[in-house]
């Protein structure tokens, strides 16, 4: 886990809800991204006042910086929820940041410098850095 990560498990959520949203919008979505999200929601302690909330909001794809940079940070926190990075959470994240209109393979170039940065090492402050430093390349 993140050291000192001081994260609103809401907004994480949010981020959740919102990639949740966009891959169920998949003609196909494969059973082992599905088997991801759900682990993910277990982790985050999602449950069914959450999920009543989520027919109330409408699921967006963050098209700001700001939004986008939030949306990459939750992904790296969810990753990181058991503090074992799978290759398919990573496929997820990828295929997220896709959507969010990123570059595939610099998308993948950020999840992969970042898991092996050490993470339990890593402060709130470095991954964040570290996601508006990837921004800049993609001249987001």
Same mark, same amino acid.
């Given at each position: 886990?993140?050291? =000192?990560?001081? $994260? /609103?498990?809401? &907004? %994480?959520?949010?981020?959740? @809800?919102?990639?949740?949203? $966009?891959m169920m919008t998949s003609q196909k979505i494969e059973s082992k991204y599905i088997r991801c999200l759900v682990k993910w929601g277990i982790q985050l302690g999602v449950n069914v006042e959450d999920l009543k909330e989520l027919e109330l909001i409408n699921a967006t794809i963050p098209t700001d910086k700001a939004g986008r940079l939030e949306a990459l940070y939750h992904l790296i926190y969810m990753i990181y929820l058991d503090k074992v990075v799978e290759d398919v959470e990573l496929e997820v994240a990828t295929a997220y940041a896709e959507k969010l =209109? *990123?570059? &595939?393979? *610099? $998308? =993948? /170039?950020? @999840? &992969?410098?970042?898991?092996? *940065?050490?993470? /339990?090492?890593?402060?709130?402050? /470095? %991954?964040? &850095?570290? %996601?508006?430093? @990837?921004?800049? *390349?993609? =001249?987001?």
């Open positions: 886990m993140i050291q =000192g990560s001081g $994260v /609103d498990i809401g &907004k %994480v959520k949010t981020s959740y @809800f919102n990639l949740l949203a $966009v =209109g *990123l570059q &595939k393979e *610099l $998308v =993948g /170039d950020l @999840f &992969k410098s970042i898991a092996t *940065l050490g993470y /339990d090492n890593y402060s709130v402050r /470095d %991954v964040h &850095k570290e %996601v508006e430093d @990837f921004l800049k *390349l993609q =001249g987001s």
